[in-house]
Each structure stands twice: as structure tokens, then as C-alpha cells.
């Protein structure tokens, strides 16, 4: 049955991918060699797997009854910026993607949130013969959707090689995490192998990201330009009508390959932002699911006694940034003295409500990628004795002024701006807060022009090379601050090669001590993500972004 | 020009203050409403020797009213009584530096516009018309989203978009004046347009340019809560009323209600005052009601 | 008549330039452009990148070169594409017109039946506490911020019945009845907060016109109230009052951005803020026209109106 154990054993397999985030576990490979049977199907209906911390509290009873059928409604917090899966990696095109489009590999669906097990999905079975070549067989007879130009034709080997090609070629924003890869070959119908030039240890949670892995149809792409006229593949919905600022449907897909799902027969997500709308909506019954920080789940709990709550680790960290160009943030010892001064289980306590954690370079979502919190804890103490004789060191003993850049409407960093303000008048160093729109702030943050700042848009991605190597090697995409130090470029450059697991995970924490040590950011508490779940809703697993398609599963169960 | 039209503007509410049929003569809810608004301005001046800085962290979160906070602290565990006194400076500040901005421009454009009435200076009306039919909203996310959020930079597209309502009342008024018999004997005697605008047309449009103005206290009052909801406001951590309602305190209205009701209440008050005072003014201003 | 209404609408064309220049040179102000908005989460965009795509959206072209492509655009009928998502912008407006229309009449004849029938009464009754009770009703509701009755319109029926009105609004086509209930809520809260504004206009108005000389003449000759207030008092009083309409009317767009942000209609409010957010030029210029061509036509009405209702005023 264990297709791919029988062919390389589990040793082997994780040698051979020993730099993934999360190996491809044996136990989630049992069962999807066959390609007859649903991948997985033996722990979709489980109960939260024992000891996981966060497990959702969604788990059903195996005695009970599924009931299918019905119209699960979620809310979205903006318009997708395209309906073209490709061309956006923001949550709210993701969102629509997962339901529409399958992956060739996918992060395992079940309710433990905190299972980051990658098994084949498209895939019958992944082979790794060795570090720098992928070769995948799909799965036989998996249908795309009924309707033009596909009309229920069978996913090949073709599309997926096109798909990659599309996300690889110039213009794609996810271009660069597939530069290694030298070809893409179709050896059959159901057979495509993919060359890298190196060894390359993300590979496999890249192409397990939805974010970075959707296989598209080739000849909508081909007749209309984009996938933005006809979105959808052979995913689990079938697209019926978007409405910009309003809603968009999907339909379920009667021919998904999963046999059973999905088991309601259409998801609406309503495009709407304001919390007190969607508290009012969650309270009557319009929403069956919401986002809810611990003040919004207090207000709920208020309307709606049973509801059930869903929680995971966040998976995106918080920095406030330095711009290590200018002085004196320039001197690591005024960052350092910075760092000492706020009062982080302040943050912690007042701003996110005590849910949450101190966090280090790699969030908490990542599981073992991250650094132990207490490490992060002892990082940053706060110490106002040391911070002074920091600055003094400095030659700052009367402190000096400078601003943080906070972006409107994100009401948690404001928070934390305020709160650290307050820290920093302590040791005498005066700060500014800068409000601008999202698109101002980013302007000033490529471009350098900002003293510090508390940016969104840190990636969600699970892999951790996407945490490290964007944001501390010289040249990465969100290296705001011009942060730059030899030692780091050294390890992000071996843990991107580096096949052995063990030693990548060392590598990777050597980087985020380094990190903490030289103080490019100081990372700010996160909070876990909270689902606010109806009663009615079953079998409602959110992820920890939009890394896997819970609607699938989910049940309506009145 | 201005310091005449101010002359006459402070010899209408010297009159409409004390004279014979005086707000403050007369009572009701005009004098209500003048009171408080007196007293809530005043709070607002002499805010640091009431209260403590509206930033001072105090030992509970989000403690109820009652207590040590006799209006309860806010969800960083700052004094909302200091918070609400604190954001009545800069509230009054924005909005009464945005008032006094569109009322004297809007009052000019309007006194143009109305009086040569799309015929001498067509550039001038093209430029005014355009001001006009600029949506305000757009005028305004767009200046702050330039020039950052800061208290002049609000105040003065406040006051921009502010403008145009008054010129437009100013020039309604204005046209009515103009077909009334004095105005006509005072171009046969041959005088100025100058003249004519300031001395014989101006006095008839106080009244209305008056009860814009109250209103418009409000407005801007109103305006600044409304960009401050579309993430438009002042950055923190000084408070507005506006930031207060619209920012996280709205969420927390089912546990912690007072943290959005009390500068709900508040800006409330204010428009409700302003207007009730504006409107016994109006009353009592025009000379002709006499 | 006709050549003065001609001309008015000729002078259309100065005024429009005026606003089409303004609304360009704003927005080009504005630092940050829609590649930089739009980037959200988008790893490894090199700033060559970055760079090609400002190219392929015109950015990178000389202003006066981007001005005019917008300009010759229009007059030939191509208001452009939207650089999000890249929507024909001409049918994205036909789309969402409707939506914002219909919340401005809503709350246009909200207003109206509202504040002219108790304007004039709280005129009629000055002093009394009638008159208290109708002022205090029309000033509450202009004093209570939009965004905030919205919120508790929202709130307080789920608190009471576990009902709350629709979060986004249901389309016409699918849904009338209920499409009607979706934007009868927003609308009534935009138009009884204006109602405050055209009942004390309404009032003062018809206090001034009560102490003319005609009006005492129509007394003397014996006439009732109602006569005088129907024939004499309530058209004369008009004029400053369809002067607050004509300025309300582009206030309007502002409350229906509230509105339409709050309980999720898609009109051309929502799609004004977002296009500011996201810098899509073409989105937000070509909606500015619209928002500036409306005014001005509602405002010639409102001018025409002037003598209609005051013969004594004459147009041309």
C-alpha cells in the first residue's frame, strides 16, 4: 500500500529531503499510493491528535452522522487583488484558489493545525532519487471541472509543467523561489520530474504552499491570456460568480477526486472588514465563521453562548524594523539599548490579551523552526539600567528622537507603537508616530526612506527559508532596514542546500540567534490566530494561513 | 475686506449675545446649549491643571467607570476622564482651525460667485466651480495620504472641503439679497462693487453664514471621526473624540461599551450644542425678526 | 432660458478641465503608486521587477504623455482599465452605479419627507415645546456620527432578536424585496442624519418668510395657516433649502462611502476608497469626473430651480 515507503523507505526519503520544513511523514503517506482510495481519509474524521497544544475544537465524534448539503458562508477581508491564482500571493486570492485549484503536494487536512505533515495530493506518489531531482506521478483519472474549455479532461503531467512554468517565468510573484529548478520534464501522461541545479531543501513545502503551487489549465490560460475569466481547475469547488466588494460562490465539484468531499454543496465568503459588522453578522447567523482577537471572541461569546472557538500559532512574525543605515540606528548598540527598554510581556498582556507569544525571527506556526520562546524571553528582558548604559556607550546619554512608521487601520501595531512609546520616554528616547496608508508606508520602506517602522506584509509561508532569507540576506525582498552581515549570508546560504534535516534546523537557529544579537528588528509578540466558530459547523479546521482547504471538510450540521 | 466682514460678524454676535432679545436674555435651548459648549471649551483649555496626560498608564485595563476612574480606563489602561478631556483640545482645535478656514474662504467664494453671477471673472468661477465640484472625500484621504496625518494638515483639508457648502449658501443668500430694492439704489448712487459686496450685502447674509458655521463646528467634528474610520485620522497617541469612537474601542462595545459611548456621547453633545446655540443666535440675529 | 442653460452647460467644459488636471496632479502627489500597493505579500519581486510593471502600466511615462492618453482616452469613451485586476472600468461603473444611486435617492427623499413637513410645522409653532421636541430631533440625528448609528444598527437588533440587517448587500436581480431592505437601512441613516440639515433650513427659512410683508397681507386677507404656509410661506422658503439639497447631493458620496463600507454595498463609494488604497489612477480620476459632473449638474438644477420657485430672480 505505502507506494513510496516500499520504493525508498522512509531513511532514505527523509535523507533525500532532509532540508524540507516538514518531511513528508510516513504515516501520512500510508494509504495514497493507490490513488483509488481519498488521500487521508483515515484522519479527516479523527479527533485532534493527543498533546497538540492548539488542536481545534472542531473534532467530531467518529459515531457522528455527516450531514452534506447546505451553503457554508465565510468572510474575507478585501476583494481578491485578481481572480488569477499565479499572479497574487495575498490571502484573499488564496483563499479562492484553494477552493478551485489542487496542489501536487499538500500540507496533511486534519484538525490538528499544528500537524505540518506534506503528502502527495495530485500526486499518487513523490520520488527524490536524488537531492536535485523531484518525480512525481500523478494521480490516475482525476477530472478537471465540467465546463469550457476542459470539459472534465484529466489532469497530465502537462499541466503540471506548465503551471510550474508559469509560476517560474519572469513577471511571476513567486518567481524567485523556483529559481533552482533547471527543468521540468513530462515523461508521460501521469510521470513529470523536476530538475533542480542544486539541492535544494525547500522545494517540497514550496510546492506544498498553496501560495506557490497551484496547477492551472493550460488552455484557458492559453485562450484567454490569464485564469482570470475562467478560474478554476480540478479543485474541490467549481467557480460560479464574483462579485467584487460584495461576495464570490463556488459550487461544490460532483467529480473531486477526494470521494466524498466536499460535503457542503456551495461556499459564499462575503467581502467585509469592519469588525463590528461581522460581529453582528457572526451573532446572526449571515457568517458561520470569523477571525476573532480575544476582544471580538469576548463579544461574541456574549451573543452567541456555544460557539466554538478554533486557535493555531501564528505563522507570520511582527518587527518593529531599524533602518540600520542611518545613525544612530546604525550603531547595534542603540538597537540593543532599544530592545531593552520596552516591557514585551507589556505588549503581550495589554495589546494582545495575553493569547499569544513572544516571538523570534521565525514564528511560532513553524513549530520546531522556531527558537524556544524562553530563549526569545531571555532576549529580550527588559532592562532600563542597560538600556541607558547602552546609549551612553553610544554617546546617546540624552536620547534622541525618531519615528516609527505604522501602516493606518492596522490597530494591533498602533498599539504596540503606542505602548512602546511610552517604553522608550523612559530612557529618554522621544518617539514619533508616523500613520500612513499601506501603500506610502511600503513606498518608504523599499525605498529606505524611514527611520523604523512596523510593517505588514511579513510572509505566511511554513517554510522557513522563506522567513530568513527575504528578510536578513543582503539582497532579500524585505530587507527593509539594508541589514547586512556576512556571518548570516554564510548560513542562509548553506541551509538553502543543506539536505539533512538536523543540520538545517541548526543552521537555521544559528541564523536567528544571530538575528536577536544583532538586532535588525525587535520581533514583537504575536498572537495565535482565533477562528470564531458557529455551533452548527463541524469539522471546521482553519489553518495557519491559508495553507490548506478546510471548507473542504467542513460540515453544517443544522 | 475680511477685518470688515469680521467687524460686522462681531457686532452680530455682540447683539445676538446681549441685546434686547439675547440668547442669553430669552434662555432655552439655545442657552443650554451655549453653556455647555462654553464649558466644554473651557474644559478643553485648562486640561492639564483637571486631569492627568492623557498617556499616563495607570495600574487597571479596562476598569469599569466608578472607582479610582470615575469614567473607567480605556483597553491600554489609560484615564478615559483625561482621554476625553485631553481629546476635546485637539478636537476643538481641528475643528474650529477647519471652520474658521472654510467659512472665510467659502464666505468670499460664495460673495463672488453670487454677486457678478458668472459674468465679469469666468476664470475665477471655473477655478471655484471645480473646487466645488471636487468630491470632498477624495480631496481629503488624498492631501492627508500626501502630506501625512498630522493636525494642520486635517484641519486645512477639513476647512477645503468645508468651502464650498458655505459658498454655496453664501452665494444662495447672496442672489436673494441682490434682487432686493437697496441693493439696486446703491448702484444708482454709484457704489463700488466693493462697497456694495462688504457693506450692503454681507450684513444680509451673516445670519446664514452664521448658522453654517455652527453647524460646521459639527461637521468638522463629524468629518474628522469619519476619516479617522477610514483610517484617515490623527496618528495616536494624541486622542480625538473621533479616533476614540472609530478606532479598537468600537469593538469592544458589548463588554466595555464606555470606551466608544463616552466620545460618542461626547461629539454628540458638541454638534447638539453648537447647533441648538447657532440656531437661538439665528433667531435672535437677523435684524429683521426683531 | 434654453441659451442660458446652453451656456451653462458649455462652461461644463473649462470646469471639468479644471477638475481633470487637479485630480491628476493630486493623485500623482500622493507618494507610493499601485505596483507598490498591490505588491502585498508578493516574495522576491526584484526592483527591476518592480520597474518593468510600472513600465507596462504607463507610470514611467512623462506626466503631460500620461495626461494626455487619459484625456484623448475619454474623448472617445475609454475611461481605461482598472491597474487592479485590470476591470474595464466603464462596465465596473455600470455595475456600480446602481447601487450608490439608489442609496442617494433613498436618502434624498428620506430627507425630504422628513425635514420640509417638520421644518415648516416647528416654524409654524415656534417656541413651543413642539417646536423644542422637532429641533432636538433634527439636530440629534445630524450630531450623532453615521459610522456610529451604522454600528449600533448593526449591534443592538442581534442584541435584542438575534437579527441584524444583511453585512452585504443582496443583488436586485436576485432578491428584490430583500435587496430593498439591504439598502433601505443604510439609505434611511444617511437620509435622516440630512434630514436635520433640510428641517432647520426648512425652519429658518420659513420664520424668515412668515414676517414679509405678502405673508401678513395673505393673513389680513383672512387666509388660514395652511393656506398661507401651502401658498405663500413654503415655496418662498424653498429656495435656501434646495440650495442645502444641491451641496448635500455631493455630500452624499461621503455618506455612502461610510454606508456602503459598513454594510457591504458595492458602489461607487467603496470603489472610490479602494481605488485611492490601492493608487489606481485610472479608477479614482475617472470617478472624481463623475462625482464632479453630477455636482455641477445638480447644482445648474438647483439654480434653474431659483426661478422657478422665485420669479423674481431671473436666469440668463
Avoid at chain 1, 217 to 245: I, L
Avoid at chain 1, 409 to 430: C, F, I, K, P
Avoid at chain 3, 276 to 297: E, N, S
Amino acid at each position: 500500500m505505502s507506494g513510496l515507503r516500499s520504493r525508498f523507505g522512509r531513511r532514505r526519503f527523509i535523507r533525500a529531503t532532509g532540508g524540507t520544513a516538514m518531511a513528508l511523514g510516513a504515516a501520512a503517506l500510508v494509504g495514497c499510493g493507490g490513488g483509488e482510495e481519498p488521500a487521508a481519509t483515515g484522519r479527516k474524521d479523527a479527533p485532534a491528535a493527543p498533546g497538540a497544544p492548539a488542536a481545534a475544537a472542531t473534532a467530531t465524534p467518529q459515531a457522528r452522522a455527516i450531514r452534506r448539503g447546505g451553503e457554508l458562508v465565510l468572510p474575507q477581508a478585501g476583494n481578491p487583488p485578481t481572480l488569477d491564482v499565479q499572479l497574487s500571493t495575498a490571502a484573499n486570492t488564496t483563499n479562492l484558489g484553494r477552493m478551485l485549484y489542487d496542489q501536487v503536494l499538500a500540507y496533511v487536512l486534519n484538525a490538528d493545525p499544528a500537524d505540518l505533515t506534506i503528502e502527495p495530493s495530485l500526486a499518487a506518489s513523490a520520488e527524490v532519487p536524488d537531492a536535485a531531482t523531484y518525480r512525481f506521478v500523478l494521480r490516475p483519472g482525476v477530472k478537471m471541472h465540467n465546463r469550457p474549455p476542459m470539459n472534465g479532461r484529466v489532469v497530465t503531467a502537462r499541466d503540471v509543467k506548465f503551471s510550474f512554468d508559469r509560476l517560474r517565468a519572469k513577471g511571476s510573484p513567486v518567481a524567485g523561489v523556483y529559481d533552482p529548478i533547471a527543468s521540468i520534464d513530462v515523461v508521460d501522461e501521469r510521470t513529470v520530474i523536476f530538475r533542480l541545479n542544486t539541492g535544494y531543501a525547500p522545494f517540497p513545502s514550496v510546492v506544498a504552499e498553496p501560495q506557490t503551487s497551484f496547477v492551472v489549465v493550460p488552455e484557458v490560460v492559453e485562450q484567454d491570456g490569464d485564469m482570470t475569466k475562467r478560474p478554476g481547475a480540478s479543485g474541490p469547488f467549481v467557480f460560479d460568480a464574483y462579485e467584487a466588494g460584495v461576495r464570490y460562490r463556488v459550487n461544490r465539484n460532483p467529480n473531486y477526486f477526494r470521494e466524498g468531499y466536499p460535503r457542503v454543496d456551495r461556499v459564499t465568503r462575503i467581502i467585509q472588514n469592519d469588525a463590528s459588522a461581522l460581529i453582528a453578522a457572526f451573532a446572526s447567523k449571515q457568517v458561520h465563521v470569523t477571525g476573532a482577537d480575544p476582544v471580538v471572541l469576548e463579544q461574541l461569546q456574549r451573543l452567541v453562548s456555544n460557539l466554538k472557538v478554533a486557535e493555531q500559532p501564528s505563522a507570520t512574525s511582527s518587527a518593529w524594523v531599524f533602518n540600520t543605515r542611518v545613525a544612530p540606528l546604525s550603531d547595534v548598540r542603540v538597537r540593543r539599548a532599544l530592545a531593552k527598554a520596552i516591557d514585551q510581556q507589556r505588549l503581550l498582556d495589554v495589546v494582545l490579551k495575553k493569547t499569544g507569544s513572544l516571538s523570534g525571527p521565525v514564528p511560532p506556526g513553524l513549530g520546531k523552526w522556531a527558537l524556544p520562546s524562553a530563549e526569545v524571553r531571555a532576549a529580550y528582558s527588559q532592562d532600563l539600567a542597560q538600556a541607558k548604559q547602552l546609549l551612553a556607550a553610544a554617546g546617546l546619554s540624552g536620547g534622541f528622537s525618531t519615528s516609527i512608521i505604522v501602516y493606518s487601520g492596522q490597530t494591533t501595531y498602533s498599539q504596540h507603537a503606542e505602548l512602546v512609546q511610552q517604553d522608550l520616554a523612559a530612557v529618554g528616547v522621544r518617539v514619533k508616530i508616523d500613520l500612513q496608508d499601506q501603500a506610502l508606508g511600503r513606498k518608504n520602506l523599499i525605498d529606505g526612506n524611514f527611520e523604523t517602522g512596523m510593517p505588514t506584509g511579513k510572509t505566511t509561508a511554513l517554510e522557513v527559508d522563506l522567513h530568513l532569507r527575504d528578510n536578513y540576506a543582503a539582497k532579500g525582498s524585505r530587507n527593509w532596514g539594508g541589514f547586512s552581515d556576512a556571518q548570516v549570508e554564510q548560513w542562509i546560504a548553506q541551509q538553502l542546500v543543506e539536505t539533512n534535516e538536523g543540520k538545517r534546523l541548526e543552521l537555521t537557529k544559528q541564523i536567528q540567534r544571530r538575528v536577536l544579537e544583532l538586532m535588525p528588528e525587535v520581533f514583537l509578540p504575536v498572537s495565535s490566530s482565533r477562528s470564531a466558530i458557529r455551533p452548527e459547523v463541524e469539522d471546521y479546521w482553519p489553518s495557519v494561513n491559508s495553507d490548506r482547504a478546510s471548507e473542504v471538510a467542513t460540515w453544517l450540521n443544522a | 475686506m475680511l477685518s470688515r466682514a469680521a467687524h460686522q460678524m462681531r457686532v452680530g454676535w455682540s447683539v445676538g449675545l446681549t441685546g434686547r432679545h439675547a440668547v442669553l436674555r430669552r434662555g432655552g435651548l439655545g442657552l443650554v446649549g451655549g453653556v455647555l459648549l462654553t464649558v466644554m471649551i473651557l474644559m478643553a483649555a485648562v486640561a492639564p491643571l483637571i486631569t492627568v496626560a492623557p498617556n499616563f498608564q495607570t495600574a487597571q485595563i479596562l476598569a469599569s467607570p466608578g472607582g479610582d476612574h470615575w469614567l473607567g480606563t480605556d483597553h491600554l489602561g489609560r484615564d478615559m476622564f483625561s482621554r476625553m478631556v485631553w481629546g476635546s483640545r485637539t478636537t476643538f482645535l481641528v475643528a474650529g482651525l477647519a471652520v474658521t478656514l472654510g467659512v472665510s474662504v467659502g464666505t468670499i467664494a460664495g460673495l463672488l460667485s453670487g454677486y457678478y453671477r458668472g459674468g465679469t471673472d469666468a476664470v475665477v468661477q471655473r477655478v471655484v466651480d471645480a473646487l466645488i465640484a471636487f468630491p470632498g472625500l477624495v480631496l481629503a484621504m488624498a492631501a492627508i495620504a500626501a502630506f501625512s496625518a498630522n493636525k494642520l494638515t486635517i484641519s486645512l483639508t477639513v476647512g477645503f472641503v468645508l468651502s464650498p457648502g458655505v459658498a454655496r449658501i453664501v452665494r444662495g443668500a447672496t442672489l436673494a439679497t441682490m434682487s432686493h430694492d437697496f441693493i439696486e439704489a446703491a448702484v444708482a448712487l454709484g457704489a463700488s462693487n466693493r462697497r456694495i459686496m462688504f457693506q450692503h450685502v454681507l450684513p444680509n447674509v451673516t445670519a446664514p453664514i452664521i448658522v453654517a458655521s455652527t453647524v460646521l463646528i459639527g461637521v468638522g467634528v463629524l468629518i474628522e471621526s469619519s476619516l479617522s474610520f477610514l483610517g484617515f485620522g490623527l496618528p495616536p497617541p494624541d486622542p480625538t473624540w473621533g479616533q476614540m469612537l472609530s478606532g479598537p474601542g468600537r469593538v469592544y462595545m458589548l463588554s466595555q461599551p464606555w470606551l466608544a459611548v463616552l466620545p460618542g456621547i461626547a461629539i454628540t453633545l458638541t454638534v447638539l450644542c453648537a447647533n441648538l446655540f447657532g440656531d437661538s443666535l439665528r433667531d435672535v440675529l437677523d435684524p429683521r425678526l426683531r | 432660458m434654453s441659451r442660458y442653460v446652453g451656456r451653462r452647460i458649455a462652461l461644463f467644459v473649462p470646469t471639468m478641465l479644471v477638475v481633470s488636471l487637479l485630480t491628476f496632479g493630486l493623485l500623482r502627489a500622493i507618494p507610493g503608486d499601485a505596483v507598490l500597493a498591490q505588491l502585498e505579500d508578493s516574495p522576491r519581486l526584484s526592483r527591476q521587477e518592480i520597474e518593468e510593471l510600472r513600465a507596462e502600466l504607463g507610470l514611467n511615462d512623462p506626466l503631460w504623455a500620461q495626461y494626455a492618453r487619459w484625456v484623448g482616452g475619454i474623448l472617445i469613451g475609454d475611461f481605461g482599465r482598472s491597474f487592479g485586476g485590470g476591470l474595464e472600468i466603464t462596465s465596473e461603473f455600470k455595475r456600480r452605479l446602481p447601487y450608490t444611486a439608489e442609496l442617494a435617492v433613498l436618502a434624498l427623499v428620506i430627507s425630504i419627507v422628513i425635514g420640509v413637513p417638520f421644518g415648516a410645522a416647528s416654524a409654524f409653532v415656534r417656541g413651543s415645546p413642539l417646536d423644542y421636541l422637532l429641533r432636538l430631533f433634527a439636530v440629534f440625528w445630524l450630531a450623532v456620527p453615521n459610522f456610529w448609528i451604522a454600528t449600533m444598527a448593526l449591534i443592538l437588533p442581534v442584541v435584542w432578536f438575534g437579527w441584524s440587517p444583511n453585512i452585504v448587500a443582496t443583488k436586485l436581480t436576485e432578491a428584490p424585496a430583500q435587496h430593498l431592505v439591504d439598502m433601505l437601512i443604510p439609505g434611511a441613516i444617511m437620509g435622516i442624519s440630512s434630514s436635520a440639515v433640510s428641517l432647520r433650513m426648512t425652519r429658518s427659512q420659513v420664520l424668515e418668510v412668515l414676517r414679509q410683508d405678502y405673508i401678513r397681507t395673505a393673513y389680513a386677507k383672512g387666509l388660514g395657516s395652511l393656506t398661507v404656509l401651502r401658498r405663500h410661506a413654503l415655496r418662498n422658503a424653498l429656495i435656501p433649502v434646495v440650495t442645502i439639497w444641491g451641496t448635500q447631493a455631493s455630500g452624499l458620496l461621503s455618506g455612502s462611502v461610510l454606508m456602503e463600507t459598513i454594510f457591504g454595498i458595492p458602489g461607487l463609494g467603496q470603489w472610490t476608497v479602494e481605488s485611492i488604497r490601492l493608487r489606481d489612477y485610472p479608477v479614482t480620476q475617472a470617478l472624481v469626473l463623475f462625482f464632479a459632473f453630477a455636482t455641477m449638474a445638480v447644482n445648474l438644477l438647483v439654480d434653474l430651480s431659483y426661478s422657478w420657485l422665485d420669479p423674481r430672480i431671473r436666469v440668463g
